[in-house]
């Protein structure tokens, strides 16, 4: 049966940690820069290992105002800074993760300016080199991973729209966000069996991935990924982490 990693943002407040567990096989941890402390990640670590879910670390600019989803002017050795003290607690607490995946902006932001990738990765080299780091396709967060020695697994949104140029929708435009659990469902399937993408303008774009990301706080994620699971194994794809 072939398998895809499907994983999921978590720790981040929604409340509903424990009930996704058993319906993805990874999750990345949000450490104190959108959201979190020391009780969140330590009961979503356990809420994992529950579930035998794997864990990775969930970075991201240090901006709760905007749940780090708004782009930071910050110079980068204050990023570096930031990334840091998220790494500390995490990996404090934390001795066997699986991966590394930034969050929201910041991934993003990854996508296009190499300069920062470098920047970023190497504050990640120095808690982890070499495990896996989850990035997209084609993006310079990507080329620096390989560039430092990390295991690359290339990601893929279940529940976000894609532009032509191969990144996510901008959640400020319309129809950023995918939330019927159908849709959702087609999309996945879609990217696991052709390796492919339909875009926003109806376009249609390769998209070679290993994990799948649905959002924790997605609208009726909880229904949606029960569905995905479901649809996925009827289509003989199994949820299995890498």
């Known amino acids: 049966m072939k398998s895809i990693d499907i994983n999921c943002d ?22 104190g820069g959108h959201f979190g402390n020391a009780k969140t990640i330590t009961s979503t670590l356990e809420d994992a290992q529950a579930a035998d ?12 105002l905007n749940f780090g989803r ?18 500390d607690l995490f990996f404090s607490l934390c001795s066997h993760p699986n991966h590394i995946k930034p969050h929201g902006a910041l ?13 970023v990765v190497a504050v990640f080299s120095e808690y982890a080199k ?15 991973a390989i560039e430092n020695g990390f295991q690359v697994v290339f990601e893929g949104f279940g529940d976000r729209n894609y532009t032509p140029q191969g990144n996510l929708v901008a959640r400020s435009q319309v129809d950023a966000v995918l939330t019927r659990k159908e849709a959702i469902a087609q999309q ?11 875009t926003i303008d109806h376009q249609t ?16 994620v909880l229904e949606n990924l029960q569905y995905l699971k479901d649809y996925l194994n009827k289509n003989g794809i199994s949820v299995k982490a890498i």
């Not at 070499?130 to 620096?144: D, H, V």
């Not at 996945?188 to 339909?198: G, K, M, W, Y």
């Not at 774009?205 to 009726?220: A, E, S, Y």
């Open 53 to 64: 879910v794997k864990v990775g670390a969930h970075p991201s600019y240090p901006d709760q």
């Open 188 to 198: 996945v399937l879609r990217i696991v069996t052709q390796q492919q993408v339909n």
């Open 10 to 31: 978590m720790g981040e407040g929604i409340g509903n940690d424990a009930a996704l567990m058993p319906y993805i096989s990874s999750c990345s941890i949000a450490c």
């Open 130 to 144: 070499g495990i896996k780091l989850f990035c997209s396709p084609g993006s310079q967060l990507s080329t620096a």
């Open 107 to 119: 991934y993003n932001d990854l996508f296009h300016d190499l300069e920062k990738a470098r920047a």
């Open 70 to 87: 708004k782009s930071l002017s910050i110079s980068l050795p204050d990023l570096q800074d930031a990334l840091r003290k998220q790494l």
């Open 205 to 220: 774009i390769p998209l070679g991935v290993q994990t799948i990301c649905m959002h924790g706080d997605g609208k009726n």
